[in-house]
């Protein structure tokens, strides 16, 4: 299974919807099918619901779902063992099935 690498679009690692996820901006990879697949397991991995305040913008998506904010290309040079991602900063997490 081909193994994707998902980061941060430069200059989005402020956004509020980076709230929605567990793993703060950084480079990471995962195992997937396609780009889609990869986006959602690593939605599904690192998904945290947020809390809205009144009159405050609602975050409806995670940002490893968000093109303007993530990026994911194929990365050959890498392999990761389906059912998990690894991040730039060493850290693994298992994905579950929804």
């Keep these: ?3 994707f690498r998902l980061s941060p679009v430069a200059g989005t690692e402020n956004d509020p919807a980076w709230e929605a996820s567990t793993l703060k901006p950084q480079e990471c ?3 997937a099918e396609d780009e889609s697949r990869a986006r959602l397991e690593l939605y599904k ?3 945290k ?3 809205a305040n009144p009159g405050q913008r609602k975050i ?3 940002p490893w779902l968000t093109r303007a904010l993530t990026q994911c290309i194929p ?3 890498t392999f990761i063992p389906p059912g998990m991602l690894i991040a730039a900063n060493g850290r693994k997490i ?3 099935a929804l």
Excluded: E
């Design 1 to 3: 299974m081909p193994t």
């Design 29 to 31: 990879w995962v195992s």
């Design 45 to 47: 991995a690192t998904f």
């Design 49 to 51: 619901m947020v809390k």
């Design 60 to 62: 409806t998506k995670s």
């Design 75 to 77: 990365d050959k040079a």
């Design 94 to 96: 298992d994905i579950f």
